[in-house]
């Protein structure tokens, strides 16, 4: 029996480039819907090896009548790399793709902010549509047309803004995903609440547990809810001139994590989780906010099962280094985001390395004491 589930559309509005996000159940099947977003005769659909033996035939059933073919990447963060891009775009020569050509991103962040990259980059920018399968890729990477990759130096230093045409999140395919993975995608939820959106903060504070155990009409809620924040948050500032950073909370202590633990220890939204708890008591230490914000941030990531500790074996120094090569820095001088407590971030610049230095420090010393 097919469970009839609403379907949420949020628009990302950009002039004549806005699109829409779909979010329901069955979405993959709805071929009349996205099939519209396709324009030309050539679509190369960019998945990977987890994701593609799951779902790609059914994508595959709607694209009857085109030319199309699949690139799979091998599963995970470290291969969202240069030399993949170079492999896609051979694929799209093999293909004979014309300028008219659609790529379409069939799983999680790695496949979707490479395949967007991809498409950015053919013939100077192709049209792509983002079919996100993890819920981090529904709630954040899939919406925003940040696309790109790592380079060994460090996360996402190359990329470009690309804004897909549009995002199709069948929320079905969320039940063959792992576990660790859902609960990665809770922080990028949280993270946004905790950036500008108190209501939503509260509301997930109450839905914790409905959400921890995946109850569908809470995730959808909770997917819709952070998807409008920032579909908000693009519009007005597409190109991260200003308000866009905000988005960024935890991610300058995240992605140094992810780097220096090779992209195998944490996982993004692990990074991320971390990353937000460090700049909170950072927050604390420079007399932004209340402990009491801090230990309410903590509470909600414990509860719905995310790390808040930084894991053996890492150092403070290094990941200082690391922290000096995030795109946000100016002038040499670290630029974090940090906040005045739950729903009001800000970008912080010239962040003193001594004050970095002694939450890290105290954040690992943890493990030694
Ligand atoms: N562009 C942006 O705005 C943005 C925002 C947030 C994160 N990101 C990037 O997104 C990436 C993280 O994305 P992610 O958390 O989706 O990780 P991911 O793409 O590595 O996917 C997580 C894991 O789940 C598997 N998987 C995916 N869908 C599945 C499904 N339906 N069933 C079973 N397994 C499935 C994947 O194969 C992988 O092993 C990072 O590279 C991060 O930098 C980008
Ligand atoms: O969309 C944005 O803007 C974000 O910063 C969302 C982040 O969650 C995401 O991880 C993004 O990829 C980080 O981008 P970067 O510019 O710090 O590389
Ligand atoms: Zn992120």
Known sequence: MTRTVTTETIDVTL????????????????????????????????????VAPLYLERVSRGLDGLKWSSFQLEDGEAHKTFANVGHALHALSQLGATRDACVIALGGGVVGDLAGFTAACWMRGIDFIQMPTTLLSMVDSSVGGKTGVNLPAGKNLVGAFHQPRAVIADIGTLDSLPEREYRAGLAEIIKGAAIGDPELFTWLELHADALHRRDEARLIQAIAAKVRYKAGVVARDETEQGERALLNLGHTFGHALETAGHYTTLLHGEGVAIGMLLAARLSERLGMSAAADTERLGALLHQVGLPTCVPAGFDARQLLALMHLDKKNTAGLLRLILWRGIGQAEIVSGVGESDVLAVLDEAIGVHTR
């Open 15 to 50: 002039g004549e480039r806005s699109y829409p996000v779909w979010i329901g159940r069955g979405l993959l099947d709805d071929h009349a819907r996205w099939r519209a977003a396709v324009r030309g005769r050539h679509v190369l659909v960019i998945s990977n090896h987890t």
